[in-house]
């Protein structure tokens, strides 16, 4: 820095002594880490919010598990009809998530499914761009699988 009469002069910004604030090289770059931090926190909402709507299938393929085993204790079968099993839509209760047999439950084993429902639910959640987790199921044994992403029960 170099003294000159009344002002301070530094490379390419001269101030008068006494004479405060920021220059705009400076709210410059102020703007651009506010703008790198929002796309960051934005980016981290967004994979939270998918992995908590998750939660929806997981719970329901639970439920379905529950009711198919009192229903069996009752009949002696497991049945298909998802209205005897709380779900009388086929779907999670806010519609995110089908469910769906995969075979047909009969005396020995059945296989549940939720999927993400295309364009979503009845509250506005659309889980079709989760590509990790497209597919929950459980089985009569209490297996669970998912894919493509086979961890996704963990997640």
């Known amino acids: 820095m170099m003294r000159t009469g009344h002002s301070l002069t530094k490379i390419g910004c001269v101030r008068t002594i006494g004479q405060r604030g920021i220059t705009l090289i400076e709210l410059m770059i102020v703007i651009t880490v ?4 929002a796309s960051f926190a934005t980016s981290l909402y967004a994979n939270a919010r998918v992995k908590t709507y998750r939660s929806t299938a997981m719970t329901a393929l639970g ?38 047999f995969i075979g047909t439950p009969d005396t020995l084993s059945y296989t549940i499914r939720a999927r993400p429902a295309p364009g979503g ?23 669970k699988q998912s894919g493509p992403d086979p961890h996704c029960w963990a997640q």
């Open 34 to 37: 506010l703008g790198l931090l």
């Open 63 to 100: 439920v379905v598990s529950t009711n198919q085993e009192d229903f069996f204790a009752s009949n002696l079968t497991f049945t298909d009809d998802f209205a005897d099993l709380g779900f009388p839509a086929g779907s999670t209760h806010n519609g995110v998530y089908l469910l769906d």
């Open 121 to 143: 639910g009845s509250n506005g959640v659309d889980q079709s761009s989760d590509e990790a987790c497209q597919w929950f199921t459980q089985n009569n044994l209490g297996v």
